[in-house]
């Protein structure tokens, strides 16, 4: 899982809440990934940032909202407004955004939403 | 829009065949494509990549991929296969914005003893 970390493994809470994700790299990468993962639909984009007080949304940003206030570190918010919010969430790193640099993932949360 | 896809959800066979798990893409332009694996509960490994040049890629565990460009795809290949390669496999291609990955959904392989 090369030196990105997530925590925590898993995380449980109520319908309703708010919740932050945690995602740090010590990588020095200038790019990181926030991705939802569902059994059987692969991995789908949820946010993006390329550089430092900047970020972009992926596929299906809403529900969610992101910070970038450090190069290390990439934290996700799981608001109460995504409406299934249950799933595999993995964040990654890229030494820059350009196609040919290869991501590096961090171990994963599992968010249980009852 | 970009795409790509895994037609197999899933791949079983047994220890010491050669295995193939498929991908094909539809990209704009050149395209950049990536295989990574994923174990349970775990993130995903990056296995290799192709960028331009031999369309045979070669990448980590023994594994090496097949580019071909007249049918759209870049199988992966192994011609051992271990049991401990049991996993989820994801293939990948750069986004037209070279931003982002845009993942298909993943072939579970199964390999026998």
């Known amino acids: 899982d090369g030196g990105i970390t997530q925590s925590p493994k898993y995380l449980f809470r109520k319908e309703g809440q708010n919740v932050t994700l945690s995602c740090e790299q010590n990588l020095n990468h200038d790019a990181m990934y926030w991705y939802r993962q569902d059994p059987g639909q692969g991995l789908r984009l949820i946010y993006y940032s390329q550089i430092v007080n900047d970020f972009q949304k992926g596929d299906i940003a809403e529900g969610y909202s992101v910070s970038r206030e450090k190069k290390e570190s990439f934290p996700l918010t799981v608001t109460s407004a995504q409406k299934n919010p249950t799933a595999f969430y993995l964040c990654a790193s890229a030494l820059s955004s350009a196609q040919s640099y290869e991501q590096y993932f961090g171990p994963g949360t599992r968010l249980t939403v009852t | 829009a970009q795409s790509v896809a895994q037609p197999e959800d899933q791949v079983n066979v047994a220890e010491g065949n050669p295995l193939t798990v498929k991908c094909t893409y539809s990209v704009s332009g050149n395209p950049y494509l990536f295989w990574y694996v994923q174990y349970p509960n775990r993130g995903l490994q990056f296995l290799l990549k192709?960028?331009?040049?031999?369309?045979l890629v070669k990448g980590s565990y023994g594994f090496e991929a097949e580019f071909n460009k007249s049918q759209t795809s870049f199988h992966l290949k192994k011609p051992s296969a271990l049991v401990s390669d049991s996993a989820l496999y994801f293939c990948?291609?750069?986004?037209?914005?070279?931003?982002?990955?845009?993942f298909g959904k993943g072939t579970t392989l199964s390999v026998s003893s």
């Open positions: 990948a291609s750069a986004n037209q914005a070279g931003t982002a990955l845009i």
């Open positions: 192709y960028i331009t040049g031999d369309n």
